[in-house]
Structures are given as structure tokens and as C-alpha cells.
């Protein structure tokens, strides 16, 4: 290992589950990338169980339950570090995916650079609905714990512009500091390839049905699953039988009970990613209307196994705006312009047709463009 120039360890990228996969992508890339003159290591991401003394002790400190929140604060990442027995060298980067890295002048002191590769910042990430009920005292401590992250790191990769916006804005982080790389694709090249030739063959008819919609992610709330639940629902019986929901991620037991809907749950990426592609790609039309987004893996999932997809108007769909396949409804016409688009595309599934072939000549190349720019820096 030490045969190179320089170790880049990455946080979360030896398991394809951490960060949506997107951290196990980028490690990838980066050694390919990198593989003449650097290692890359990944930093395993461990759980409470393994890091049971840490977890007890922060929750005993703060008197509240840890399993919700002590995967985001410094105390966790500062274990998590120890446990991985990192010794850095004096030419070595650390990049971190979490916002909150471990106290620079104590544990990575060690590394030439440290870099931060965040999709959201936590102030965002803290106004999602599942986060309501966080203490004050809890979001106070996390977000003065990011904004010591900032200040430490060398530079921080984004997603995208809005947190870079963000980031120079409300957390006066110097925007010279700060770049825009954008967001890979967490599927790898050989199954999109033979995807798409199962997509291809998959392309409705006129005279069959169902109108086959998918949609991934556990947050179904956030994401607007059931404002596509209502809007199927409002369907004149005659189109609603011709609607098929295929929905990953989200518990059964919590999803509304309609024979329209197939529930599979949660699936592990690790083990059954062809599964999951399949059932996107033999999908008519994927669907995000999300209330708030980084930029959304699962959209551009669905694009690249050649499947349109139905989109909000939020910023963070904007940035997506230039990639053919996207329909667009604004989040102020809510179930009706869900329901519209389910009546055109039955009525119309010609429409859905054209759409798609839009996208045959749609390519993703990974996370190569993401990995070329963070190598320069290391």
C-alpha cells in the first residue's frame, strides 16, 4: 500500500448501502482515477453495535435516545475513526461524506488534506420532516459541530449549487474554498447496459396496460408517494385498472393497502441491485415528486435504465432540467396534475413511447467526472 504516493481514504466506501451507494461508487472511480500513483482506502462506516460504549456514553451526556442522531455528530465519526485504526502519512487525504468530520488537531492531524464531499448540508438535512421532533439542544450542538468542519477542512465538493449557496451563505464559508462537481450515477455501467436491453423490449403498446410507475425511496412522505396513492385513487375506475404501482424502499406495513400497489420493501443494494434495476427498468414512468432534494439518485437511476420520469419543480429537479426524460409537475397542482399526467399517459401511451426514446442516447460515465475533480487535489 505504501508502494504509492499517498493514501486517499474515503468514509463509507467499502459498503455500496452507505450514502445511497454514492461513496462506494466514488471510491471506484477514484482508483481508477488515481490507480498510477495513489492508494484509496475505504473507511468502513460502523454501527451502533459495534460501537456500543461510544453511542451509550453520548446518549447518558445528552440524556435522550442515540440510535436517531449520534450517527451524525462528532463523537460518532471521531469512534468510527478509531475503530477503523486509520494511521495516516504525511502525504495521505482524508474525505469525508459526513458534514461532521473527526477534531482536526486531535485525530487527523496526520493528513496533508482533508475534504468534504457532501450532498447536503445539515441545516438542510435537519428541515426534513423526520427531523420535527429533534430537541433544541441536539440541533444546536450538530450544527456548531458542521460549522467547525467547514472551518477545518481544506476544501468541500458539492452536489450541486444550491448548497454551495448554501454553505457560503449561511454558513459564511468562503466560497474559494468550495466546488461544484455534481452527482454520479450509483449503478455500474455493465447492468444499466443490460438493462436497457430489457427496457427496450419492455415498451408499452398501445392496447396493453397497466401503466407501470416506480418509485424508490424510504421517505415516501417527503418524496410524494401519496400524492400519486391519491391521485390514482381520483382515476375513473376504468383507468384505475390499468395502473400499476412499484414501490421500493418504504416499509409495507406503512404504505396504504391498494391492489394497485406492489409494496417490495426495503432491498438491499448489495445483493440485489439487478433486482432492483429490473423492476425500474420494466417500469413505464419512475416518479419523484419530492418536497426537498439534494440532487435525487433515484431519478437519475431511472434515466439511465431509459425510463421518464415524473418530477416536482423543486431547485434541486432544476439542476436536472438539461437531461431529456424529465416531466415536470409543479408542486402547487398537487394531485390533479399527478392525476392529469396518469390520464394522458393511458389515454395517450404513445406519448410515453416518445418520451423514452428521447433517452436512448442518454450515458452516464459513473462517478468518473466527480473522481477526475477531487484527484486533482490530492
Not at 451507494?21 to 459495534?50: C, D, F, N, W
Not at 482524508?94 to 468534504?116: E, M, Q
Not at 440532487?295 to 435504465?305: P, Q, R, W
Request: hydrophobic share 40%.
Amino acid at each position: 500500500m505504501r508502494g504509492h504516493a499517498g493514501t486517499v481514504f474515503v468514509t463509507g466506501g467499502a459498503d455500496v448501502t452507505a450514502f445511497s451507494g454514492s461513496s462506494y461508487y466514488l471510491t471506484e472511480s477514484l482508483r481508477t482515477v488515481l490507480a498510477s500513483h495513489k492508494h484509496v482506502q475505504p473507511i468502513s462506516m460502523h454501527t451502533y453495535r459495534t460501537l456500543a460504549w461510544p453511542t451509550l456514553r453520548w446518549g447518558l451526556r445528552h440524556r435522550i435516545d442515540p440510535r436517531k442522531y449520534f450517527f451524525m455528530v462528532k463523537q460518532y465519526q471521531e469512534a468510527n475513526f478509531v475503530e477503523n485504526a486509520i494511521k495516516p502519512c504525511a502525504s495521505d487525504t482524508f474525505l469525508s461524506f459526513p458534514a461532521i468530520t473527526p477534531k482536526r488537531d486531535k485525530y487527523l492531524r496526520g493528513f496533508k488534506n482533508v475534504f468534504l464531499f457532501i450532498d447536503l448540508t445539515l441545516g438542510q438535512y435537519l428541515g426534513y420532516e423526520q427531523f420535527n421532533d429533534i430537541p433544541d439542544r441536539i440541533r444546536k450542538d450538530i450544527l456548531a459541530e458542521e460549522s467547525e468542519s467547514y472551518r477545518d477542512v481544506d476544501r468541500i465538493f458539492v452536489f450541486s449549487d444550491t448548497v454551495a449557496q448554501q454553505l457560503s451563505g449561511h454558513y459564511s464559508v468562503d466560497p474559494r474554498k468550495i466546488q461544484v462537481i455534481g452527482r454520479g450515477l450509483n449503478i455500474p455501467t455493465h447492468i444499466v447496459q443490460e438493462m436497457r436491453r430489457l427496457g427496450s423490449d419492455v415498451g408499452r403498446r398501445q392496447e396493453e396496460f397497466p401503466l407501470r410507475i416506480g418509485f424508490v425511496g424510504v421517505d415516501f412522505k417527503r418524496k410524494g408517494l401519496l400524492t400519486l396513492v391519491e391521485a390514482v385513487d381520483s382515476l375513473p375506475e376504468e383507468m384505475r385498472s390499468k395502473v400499476e404501482l412499484a414501490v421500493i424502499g418504504p416499509d409495507p406495513d406503512l404504505l396504504p393497502k391498494r391492489p394497485y400497489l406492489t409494496a417490495y420493501g426495503y432491498m438491499d443494494k448489495k445483493r440485489e441491485l439487478e433486482r432492483i434495476c429490473r423492476i425500474m427498468a420494466e417500469c413505464d414512468l419512475g416518479y419523484l415528486y419530492s418536497k426537498s432534494e439534494g440532487i435525487a439518485g433515484s431519478v437519475l437511476e431511472f434515466l439511465s435504465l431509459g425510463v421518464p420520469c415524473i418530477v416536482s419543480d423543486i431547485p434541486a429537479m432544476q439542476l436536472l432540467s438539461h437531461l431529456p426524460g424529465l416531466i415536470s409537475i409543479p408542486l402547487s397542482a398537487g394531485t390533479g396534475g399527478i392525476r392529469d399526467i396518469c390520464e394522458r399517459s393511458i389515454a395517450r401511451p404513445e406519448s410515453v413511447l416518445a418520451v423514452r426514446s428521447g433517452l436512448a442516447g442518454l450515458k452516464f460515465d459513473g462517478w468518473m467526472r466527480q473522481a477526475t475533480a477531487i484527484a486533482q487535489w490530492c
